[in-house]
């Protein structure tokens, strides 16, 4: 005789698919906002002054110094070195 899952397992795994599919699609939309950000951000860099230059660089280094780890670090890095 076969054994019968019980109800709140199969209830279970059918919110698993539902709540992973919706946060894995958030996180998509997060992490293609972030690179547009990124590339508006890299381009405004490249066309503003040297004076505004400065105070896009102390905005990076607020990124960084408040988010640890975070994409903003390896951004800072990456205008840095360009």
Do not use: H
Not at 21 to 34: E, K, Q, R, Y
């Amino acid at each position: 005789m076969t054994r019968k899952r019980p109800v709140a397992l199969i209830v279970f795994g059918i919110l698993n698919l539902i709540f992973g599919t919706i946060l894995f699609g958030s996180s998509l939309c997060c992490g293609v906002g972030f690179f547009g950000f990124y590339a508006a951000m890299r381009s405004a860099y490249q066309q503003i002054p040297a004076t505004d230059q400065r105070e896009l660089d102390e905005l990076w280094g607020v990124f960084a110094n408040n988010l640890p780890g975070s994409g903003a670090t390896a951004a800072t890095r990456y205008l840095r070195r360009a």
